[in-house]
Nanobody
Framework: QVQLVESGGGLVQAGDSLRLSCAASGRAISESVMGWFRQAVGKEREFVAAINWSGTSTYYTDSVRGRFTISSDNAKNTAYLQMNNLKPEDTAVYYC????????????????????WGQGTQVTVSS
């Protein structure tokens, strides 16, 4: 059974940066695709970013491309989401997610394409 634990959320001002972490247990992330989704109040959960098992390919939603960077450390079984130039519209609960994968562009943008989920971490960006 896979467990995912997010950390690193908080309250920041517009233009600030945050780095979210996702520690995985029960499955080596080197055998998986890791991703991040977010859900704002009153909105559906939306895809943010994903990284393939080797860390060689990433995929982002348009609204964060160029500002957010997803990465992974297989030795630590941890994925990260570096968020720069944060905007108030980035305010949401951010969820780490994982699914099996062996490579290619991790273009898995639907919730149903993912297997395991963390409990979420709140990111609040004030204007």
């Amino acid at each position: 059974q896979v467990q995912l634990v997010e950390s690193g959320g908080g309250l920041v001002q517009a233009g600030d940066s945050l780095r979210l972490s996702c520690a995985a247990s029960g499955r080596a992330i080197s055998e998986s695709v890791m991703g991040w989704f977010r859900q704002a109040v009153g909105k559906e959960r939306e895809f943010v970013a994903a990284i393939n098992w080797s860390g060689t390919s990433t995929y982002y939603t348009d609204s964060v491309r160029g500002r957010f960077t997803i990465s992974s450390d297989n030795a630590k079984n941890t994925a990260y989401l570096q968020m720069n130039n944060l905007k108030p519209e980035d305010t949401a609960v951010y969820y780490c997610t994982l699914r099996p994968g062996i490579g290619g562009t991790p273009q898995y943008v639907r919730e149903s394409q993912w297997d395991s989920w963390g409990q979420g971490t709140q990111v609040t960006v004030s204007s």
